[in-house]
């Protein structure tokens, strides 16, 4: 099971990256495409995010 960002690591990542989207996009890449859940935590912490 791949392991999810957090809350701090996506803000992180946003700030490192300029662009929310761009941080979701880092997230989803650590999720397996058979891991649903993993990209709907993606997900929800982009719609924190912007």
């Known amino acids: 099971m791949a392991e999810v ?3 701090a ?3 992180v990542h ?4 300029g662009d929310p989207v761009e941080a979701y996009f880092e997230c ?3 999720c397996s495409l ?5 990209i ?6 982009l ?3 912007v």
């Open 40 to 45: 709907t935590t993606c997900t929800e912490l």
């Open 9 to 11: 690591s996506l803000e």
């Open 14 to 17: 946003a700030e490192s990256f």
């Open 47 to 49: 719609r924190e995010q």
């Open 5 to 7: 960002l957090g809350v």
């Open 34 to 38: 058979d891991d649903g859940e993993c």
């Open 28 to 30: 989803i890449t650590t």
